[in-house]
């Protein structure tokens, strides 16, 4: 490959310095490209993408009327994120979730921070992810968001800004780590080269964090993991997760409330249910509370949650912080909660808006 004449132009790229120069933490994976014969390179793309196609690894687009599922987009050139870019993201991430946790605590109990006039009430008010059945709401450990999913952008000054915050049903992590099985049976001497730090080890952790939503005394709690069906655009990233868990895949049919908690459907009888990973939007989880037509939840199941008697990961009403007018005052609720300065700040002068707050340009 003729990458020694690349020029970056001016911009910031993830591999080359402003001169054409790899960066030294690239260096390896440059080295490793420019001796590939001119052919091979595509050849490893099509046999990555044939690798993905046999696993499955498939997505809808809700707006593509032909209704195909497609392959997941597979970069045969990885990106590469350094050991001291990742310490920096870590703490920015964790800084901001805890934040965001704070906020949801005290958005639907005290409100103090409209109170004290950091964030007009309106602006919550009419955020559509706010939901006023989860006032006064006090989930297990005072945790709302278990599973964050937060976007990152790097701007051309090299430097990283959040995009938006996906607090609500954060999807995209069996993408993740299907990209790096795929990558590491394609290049396998790149990762033993350049001591890159492992991601198999997701699901163990998510499990781990699920099971510590379970009362204490229960010496087997039950997890499972909610989708709304197979005809869902992340269907497979459900089935996935569930099967690297080792928990049950469930469907809203599969669960009922009964006799004061949510109970699993199986050829045994009915099987207590003490965890549920949901898939599903507020808006479907409980037609006796929310949308009464959905065919998708459970009736009673935001009552059982409120009486402590099972677990959701993550709590409804988390996506009043996936508004694109809360995104702007994410910075004043770090320093309102932490009494911090934002160490990942939102992108610079983000147009914010919605339908209902069109006048709001921040």
């Known amino acids: 490959m003729l990458l020694n004449t690349y020029d970056p132009e001016g911009f910031y790229d993830e591999?080359?310095?402003?001169?054409?120069?790899?960066?030294?933490h690239a260096s390896p994976l440059i080295k490793w490209l420019q001796n590939l014969p001119p052919r091979e390179l595509q050849q490893h793309?099509?046999?990555?993408?044939?690798?993905?196609?046999?696993?499955?690894?498939?997505?809808?687009?809700?707006?593509?009327n032909q209704g195909v599922e497609k392959i997941f987009p597979f970069d045969i050139i990885p990106r590469i994120v350094s050991a001291e870019d990742w310490d920096y993201l870590e703490r920015g991430l964790k800084q901001r979730i805890k934040a965001l946790n704070?906020?949801?605590?005290?958005?639907?109990?005290?409100?103090?921070?409209?109170?004290d006039g950091i964030i007009p009430?309106?602006?919550?008010?009419?955020?559509?992810?706010?939901?006023?059945?989860?006032?006064?709401?006090?989930?297990?450990?005072?945790?709302?968001?278990?599973?964050?999913?937060?976007?990152?952008?790097?701007?051309?000054?090299?430097?990283?800004?959040?995009l938006e915050d996906n607090l609500r049903v954060p999807s995209g992590i069996s993408y993740v780590l299907e990209n790096r099985r795929v990558m590491k049976s394609t290049f396998p001497?790149?990762?033993?080269?350049?001591?890159?730090?492992?991601?198999?080890?997701y699901?163990?952790?998510?499990?781990?964090?699920?099971?510590?939503?379970?009362?204490?005394?229960?010496?087997?709690?039950?997890?499972?993991?909610?989708?709304?069906?197979?005809?869902?655009?992340?269907?497979?990233?459900?089935?996935?997760?569930?099967?690297q868990m080792g928990v049950e895949l469930v469907e809203g049919r599969d669960?009922?409330?009964?006799?004061?908690?949510?109970?699993?459907?199986?050829?045994?009888?009915?099987?207590?249910?003490?965890?549920v990973y949901r898939r599903l939007d507020d808006d479907f989880l409980d037609p006796a509370v929310f949308r009464p037509d959905s065919m998708l939840g459970v009736p009673g199941l935001l009552k059982v949650f409120?009486?402590?008697?099972?677990?959701?990961?993550?709590?409804?009403?988390?996506?009043?912080?996936?508004?694109?007018?809360?995104?702007?005052?994410?910075?004043?609720?770090?320093?309102?909660?932490?009494?911090?300065?934002?160490?990942?700040?939102n992108v610079p002068t983000y147009l914010c808006w919605r339908e209902k707050d069109l006048d709001y340009v921040l």
Not at 209 to 221: C, G, M, S
Not at 255 to 275: A, E, N, S
Request: proline share 6%; with cysteine; glycine share 8%.
């Open 15 to 24: 591999l080359f310095l402003d001169d054409g120069q790899p960066r030294p």
């Open 45 to 64: 793309r099509e046999t990555a993408q044939s690798a993905l196609f046999e696993l499955g690894v498939t997505f809808n687009v809700y707006s593509d």
């Open 102 to 115: 704070l906020f949801l605590s005290d958005i639907y109990n005290d409100q103090l921070i409209i109170k």
């Open 121 to 162: 009430p309106e602006l919550i008010a009419s955020a559509t992810g706010f939901l006023k059945p989860c006032l006064g709401l006090k989930p297990s450990g005072g945790i709302w968001c278990h599973i964050t999913g937060t976007d990152l952008v790097r701007d051309k000054d090299g430097q990283w800004y959040v």
């Open 189 to 201: 001497d790149i990762f033993q080269t350049m001591n890159v730090k492992p991601v198999d080890d």
């Open 203 to 243: 699901p163990s952790h998510l499990l781990e964090t699920l099971l510590n939503l379970a009362p204490a005394q229960l010496p087997n709690p039950t997890v499972v993991v909610l989708t709304p069906g197979t005809y869902n655009s992340a269907y497979f990233e459900h089935s996935f997760i569930a099967q």
């Open 255 to 275: 669960l009922v409330v009964f006799d004061g908690y949510l109970q699993m459907k199986t050829t045994k009888g009915l099987r207590r249910v003490d965890v």
């Open 306 to 345: 409120q009486e402590g008697r099972v677990a959701l990961a993550n709590a409804p009403g988390t996506g009043v912080a996936d508004d694109k007018v809360i995104y702007a005052f994410v910075p004043d609720m770090i320093r309102y909660y932490l009494g911090e300065e934002a160490i990942l700040n």
